[in-house]
């Protein structure tokens, strides 16, 4: 069983970075593959970014590629989302996911588990 908790949102303006963490509380998830979605007010969920267990690949949405990173510490069991350059569009709960394969977060949208989501909220 994998726990995740994210952190690190907040409120900022157009131009600011943040970002955000999401610890595996229970340590058995480093052999995973992670990634974050977000979801904003009446929209669905979309996927932003996954990487794979070892780090050594990654993968983003069209819409974040260039501004964010995302990376993961495994000795710390955390996984890391850099976000620069947030536009009022990247306004959204933000979640941590992990699975077993990677190709369940980047092609089918989907996870085994997930964290409870951060918010974050950027102003024009």
């Known amino acids: 069983q994998v726990q995740l908790v994210e952190s690190g949102g907040g409120l900022v303006q157009a131009g600011d970075s943040l970002r955000l963490s999401c610890v595996d509380s229970?340590?058995?998830?480093?052999?995973?593959?992670m990634g974050w979605f977000r979801q904003a007010p009446r929209k669905e969920r979309d996927f932003v970014a996954a990487i794979s267990w070892s780090g050594r690949s990654t993968y983003y949405a069209d819409s974040v590629k260039g501004r964010f990173t995302i990376s993961r510490d495994n000795a710390k069991n955390t996984l890391y989302l850099q976000m620069n350059s947030l536009k009022p569009e990247d306004t959204a709960v933000y979640y941590c996911?992990?699975?077993?394969?990677?190709?369940?977060?980047?092609?089918?949208?989907?996870?085994?588990?997930w964290g409870q989501g951060t918010q974050v909220t950027v102003s024009s």
């Open positions: 229970t340590r058995t998830g480093s052999s995973y593959a």
């Open positions: 996911a992990a699975d077993p394969r990677v190709q369940s977060i980047v092609i089918q949208y989907t996870a085994d588990y």
